[in-house]
């Protein structure tokens, strides 16, 4: 297994500023992969430092999730050959953060990293630190998000009243209801049990929750 922030609960939605609830999680996986985003990644980093981060494998979990750790992990085994201090190292994935994808959730995952503490996060606002034990979870499949197939306003308010319902109580019901949402705006269907739809980076990724 691999520990890696998670975004657990929220749907990014164009000019709304919902908030998102970003875990902890320890991921089952059962391969290992060239990331998808490796190459934009490398030439960015090659950038902003002026040298080639070392190749770094992913494994077969959420994107954001594989994004963060992998990307971590090659900025810190660049830092020590070319003396990087950790706050540049952080502030390098920052800047390469925006240009790769330019969603605010990116922070939320960074500082859940940082912190080891579970948030709700929402742009230009302080997180707000939740109790959420680390979840044991693995990813079932990935699914390339259009835009939704019908928003009006209390879709947007529902979209941003789960994430905070789920960091209360990660319930079947809380879970359900945002399943809803993805059957209703993206078409998707969630077996039963204990699965949940989580919106990835331009993606929604299927998970388990095992614990």
Same mark, same amino acid.
């Given at each position: 297994?691999?520990?890696?922030?998670?975004?657990?609960?929220?749907?990014?939605?164009?000019?709304?500023?919902? /908030?998102?609830?970003?875990?902890?999680?320890?991921?089952?996986?059962?391969?290992?992969?060239?990331?998808?985003?490796?190459?934009?990644?490398?030439?960015?980093?090659?950038?902003?430092?002026?040298?080639?981060?070392?190749?770094?494998?992913?494994?077969?979990?959420? @994107?954001?999730?594989?994004?963060?750790?992998?990307?971590?992990?090659?900025?810190?085994?660049?830092?020590?050959?070319?003396?990087?201090?950790?706050?540049?190292?952080?502030?390098?994935?920052?800047?390469?953060?925006?240009?790769?994808?330019?969603?605010?959730?990116?922070?939320?995952?960074?500082?859940?990293? +940082?912190?080891?503490?579970?948030?709700?996060?929402?742009?230009?606002?302080?997180?707000?630190?939740?109790?959420?034990?680390?979840?044991?979870? +693995?990813?079932?499949?990935?699914?390339?998000?259009?835009? /939704?197939?019908?928003?009006?306003?209390?879709?947007?308010?529902?979209?941003?009243?789960?994430? @905070?319902?789920?960091?209360?109580?990660?319930?079947?019901?809380?879970?359900?209801?945002?399943?809803?949402?993805?059957?209703?705006?993206?078409?998707?269907?969630?077996?039963?049990?204990?699965?949940?739809?989580?919106?990835?980076?331009?993606?929604?990724?299927?998970?388990?929750?095992?614990?």
């Amino acid at each position: 297994m691999i520990e890696a922030p998670l975004i657990l609960s929220g749907m990014w939605i164009d000019g709304v500023n919902n /908030p998102f609830l970003v875990v902890q999680a320890k991921f089952r996986f059962s391969r290992i992969e060239t990331p998808s985003w490796w190459d934009q990644f490398s030439e960015l980093v090659k950038e902003a430092t002026g040298f080639t981060p070392p190749v770094v494998q992913g494994v077969d979990i959420p @994107v954001a999730s594989q994004y963060a750790i992998t990307s971590l992990e090659a900025l810190r085994i660049l830092g020590k050959r070319i003396s990087l201090t950790e706050d540049e190292i952080w502030e390098t994935l920052e800047m390469v953060d925006e240009a790769m994808f330019n969603y605010y959730a990116l922070k939320a995952m960074r500082q859940v990293q +940082r912190s080891g503490t579970p948030i709700l996060y929402r742009e230009a606002e302080d997180p707000v630190q939740v109790r959420i034990p680390i979840l044991t979870v +693995r990813k079932l499949m990935s699914y390339p998000l259009e835009k /939704p197939s019908y928003l009006d306003n209390s879709v947007v308010h529902l979209v941003g009243i789960i994430p @905070v319902l789920l960091s209360e109580r990660i319930d079947e019901v809380n879970m359900n209801l945002e399943n809803g949402l993805w059957k209703s705006l993206y078409g998707l269907n969630t077996p039963p049990g204990k699965y949940k739809w989580v919106w990835d980076l331009g993606w929604a990724s299927l998970i388990e929750l095992l614990n």
